[in-house]
Every structure is written in structure tokens, then in C-alpha cells.
């Protein structure tokens, strides 16, 4: 995946706005981020980090300086959770639902964003959130930061030694249709290219969540599914019977949706 250009609009940015206003909500939005991070007040930070969520880049050059990733992965940081009351732990929730939204749009399209998450802690942060289990929970956007870091190569393997695959896995089934639309794109990029991530999908039971994605309402999440259980197919005779047999056998009757779709 090729690097964001410097200065240039995110595409998801673009199409929320009127294309004529584009370029100067871009450049406010970019000043307003900027004014706020790094001020200390927990209340500007995370007003910045909405903003951020949006997909504009915190940086003036286009990348966030390492000092700016810092306080993304740390509001993360599940060991720094107050817990002395509800509203003090959704308070911590929704500051680390912020957090893994502006760093899935930073990383998505830019190689120096993902590496510069790998190298702040930010996988091993994301990870832990996918291990709760919980409504309040910051699944969903943590699953989508995950799929847009793993485009980068070294990371793919990252996020599996920090234990990322079982808990896509998990939202394949468990989460919403959001998220499992995106855990289910988290496993595609992660088996892209990657032998070793192919083998371990096929020791963590993806194959039959996957397969049964295919049945989905949703087009992305066929798609996704579907790309995920082809790369899983590719390293070799056991895994590529892993992949088809099933199929075969859905094509007798199992899931009518799946068939037709």
C-alpha cells in the first residue's frame, strides 16, 4: 500500500463534503487538531481526537510526529482505566473509542502512519481492546485500525504475535455487523502475502465464520470473507482442502443466502 501523499485530502474526508469546500475544511480542520493536542486538557484532546477520527492528519507534512502518537496509544492504555465508577470507566471507553478511530484513519493508505503506530506500542494497545468483552467496548474501530495497519507488511506479523488473530476471529461471530465486516477485512490484509498468519487462521477455526460471512447482507463483508478464505487457501493442500470441502458442502443446502450470493 502506497503512502498518503503530504497535504493531501483523505477520501473519506473528501466525500463528506461538498467537493468546492473541501480544501479549506481540510486546512481548518488540520490547524484545529493541531491546536489541541499536546495542551495538557483532557477535554481538548479529546475534541482533537473526534476530529482526528474524521481522517484528517494531525501533521503539517502529512505524519504525525512520533510526540503526537504518544498520547493516542496512551489513552489505550487499559492499565490506566479509572474504576471507581460507571460513568469514570464509559469516560475512559469513549476516550479509547476516539483513540483507535483516529489512528485507524491515520493508518489507512499510509505506510509511515502504520509504521509509526507499530513503533509507539500502538498494536499491542489495539489488541487489548479487542479482548474485552463488553458492550461499552471499543471493538469496533480498535478491529478497523488493526486492518489498516496490517496492510504493512512487517505488522501483519506484529499484530498476530500480540495475539490479534483469535480475537478477530472471535468478532467474526460475536461482534456486530460492523465489526464483523472489518475483522473479517483485518483477516484478509493479515493473510494477504503471509504464510505463516494463513496457517494460524486455519488453526484458529476462521474458515467456518468466514464461509458463513458469505451469507452476509452486507457486499463489503462477502467481499472481505471471501478474499480472507482465498489467501487461507494458498499455502498448501491441507489448508486449500480446509477451504474447499466446506464450500462444496454449502452448495448442497447449508446456507441458501450464501449460495446465491
Not at 485530502?9 to 487538531?33: G, Q
Not at 479529546?46 to 503526537?68: H, W, Y
Not at 492504555?77 to 484513519?105: G, M, V, Y
Request: proline fraction near 4%; include cysteine; charge should be negative.
Amino acid at each position: 500500500t502506497s503512502a498518503r501523499s503530504k497535504g493531501s485530502i483523505p477520501r473519506h474526508f473528501v466525500a463528506n463534503v461538498e467537493p468546492a469546500m473541501a480544501d479549506a475544511h481540510y486546512r481548518a480542520l488540520k490547524s484545529a487538531i493541531l491546536a489541541r493536542l499536546g495542551t495538557g486538557d483532557s477535554t481538548a484532546e479529546l475534541d482533537a481526537l473526534q476530529i482526528a477520527a474524521t481522517g484528517i492528519v494531525v501533521d503539517s507534512n502529512g505524519v504525525p510526529s512520533e510526540a503526537k502518537w504518544a498520547p493516542l496509544v496512551a489513552l489505550m492504555d487499559l492499565s490506566q482505566e479509572p474504576a471507581k465508577s460507571a460513568e469514570a470507566i464509559e469516560t475512559a471507553h469513549k476516550a479509547q473509542r476516539w483513540a483507535a478511530a483516529a489512528i485507524a484513519a491515520l493508518a489507512e493508505d499510509s505506510s509511515a502512519n502504520q509504521v509509526a503506530v507499530a513503533e509507539e506500542g500502538g498494536i499491542a494497545a489495539l489488541v487489548e481492546l479487542l479482548k474485552r468483552v463488553g458492550v461499552s467496548a471499543p471493538h469496533e474501530n480498535a478491529t478497523k485500525a488493526l486492518w489498516h495497519l496490517a496492510a504493512f507488511a512487517d505488522n501483519k506479523i506484529s499484530i498476530a504475535k500480540a495475539g490479534g488473530i483469535r480475537p478477530l476471529v472471535r468478532l467474526l461471530v460475536q461482534g456486530s455487523e460492523q465489526a464483523a465486516e472489518w475483522a473479517a477485512a483485518a483477516l484478509e490484509e493479515l493473510s494477504n502475502g503471509c504464510a505463516d498468519n494463513q496457517l494460524s487462521l486455519l488453526r484458529d477455526g476462521a474458515i467456518p465464520p468466514l464461509i458463513e460471512l458469505l451469507g452476509s447482507d452486507s457486499d463489503q463483508t462477502q467481499r472481505h470473507s471471501l478474499g480472507a478464505l482465498l489467501h487461507i487457501s494458498a499455502p498448501g493442500e491441507a489448508n486449500l482442502n480446509a477451504v474447499v470441502t466446506p464450500l462444496v458442502g454449502l452448495l448442497e443446502v447449508r446456507n441458501a443466502d450464501a449460495q446465491l450470493k
